[in-house]
């Protein structure tokens, strides 16, 4: 699951696609809206970047075919967001502007909520792939929820000063599961421990593949995975710049919009 760092891509970088039309791809990706309508449930995506490369390259897990959302799509790590992730201790905040993004257009907003999106994509990850992301602690950590035991035995305290948020998406109405997806960014240097025996033929992800983000259409990935990419693109040739502000798509009268939370 190392990223392979000899050998170079020959496509350069460049930014994703035309931002004025994501909204519109996305819808045109959306085939059933017949389903009952229920509340998303909060969720968190971690994207981990190689860019060890000329072009970047970004991990992608394939889900086993026998799950009843998304089988044998290719996804990022991520999940639902716990009551408990939100006590988890850091080592470091988010940055102040990404708090700040987090808390908007959501019920009842808080540092705290915003922290639990994140500590729930450094969860996710881990027990999806085996890599932990964080960085020694400085003393042991105790009463940790059950979920965040094998940090406290590995020593290892989640820095969410590593985590970049990138954008946030809602399932739309009538699909028959719902999420609110919260998407961040990290590059692998922030991965302190790897853990084998999480992927595999049973697993969740029966594959992960480290591919440069030029070519990551070539998988069977969701719309929206697609979308996501193209704005990580964006984030990357900008720099990585915590003030570029992050894109919402949620859909209103059968069709995705796109507004920047800044």
């Known amino acids: 699951m190392t990223p392979d760092v000899t050998k170079d891509d020959p496509e350069p970088m460049v930014r994703g696609g035309d931002a004025s039309n994501r909204a519109e791809r996305l819808t045109n990706t959306i085939r059933d809206l017949s389903s009952p309508t229920i509340r998303p449930r909060d969720s968190a995506t971690l994207i981990l970047i190689d860019r060890s490369h000329p072009v970047p390259k970004v991990l992608l897990g394939r889900r086993h075919d026998g799950h009843r959302f998304m089988p044998g799509k290719f996804v990022f790590p991520g999940g639902r967001v716990e009551l408990k992730d939100k006590v988890v201790p850091t080592a470091a ?22 922290a639990a999106y994140a500590l729930a994509a450094i969860r996710e990850t881990y027990e999806e792939t085996g890599l932990m992301l964080g960085v020694a602690a400085d003393k042991p ?17 989640p820095d969410l000063s590593a985590l970049h948020f990138i954008a946030r998406a809602i399932t739309p109405p009538g699909r028959p599961r719902r999420f609110d997806s919260r998407f961040f960014a ?5 991965v302190a421990r790897q853990d084998e025996g ?32 193209e ?13 570029q502000p992050a894109p919402l798509y949620r859909m209103l009268n059968k069709r995705f919009r796109r507004e920047l939370l800044d």
Not at 93 to 109: Q, T
Not at 186 to 190: F, L, P
Request: aromatic residues 6%; negative net charge.
């Open 186 to 190: 990290a590059d692998y240097t922030a």
């Open 93 to 114: 905040p988010l940055h102040p502007r990404d708090i700040e993004r987090l808390m908007l257009r959501v019920k009842r907003p808080s540092a705290g909520k915003a």
């Open 141 to 157: 950590l105790a009463n940790l929820p059950e979920a965040w035991a094998p940090f406290a035995k590995a020593g290892i305290v």
């Open 231 to 243: 704005e990580l693109q964006d984030r990357i040739a900008s720099g990585m710049s915590h003030e």
């Open 198 to 229: 999480f992927v595999g033929p049973n697993a969740e992800l029966v594959e992960v593949v480290w591919i440069p983000i030029n070519e990551a259409r070539r998988l069977d990935i969701p719309g929206v995975t697609a979308i996501v990419l």
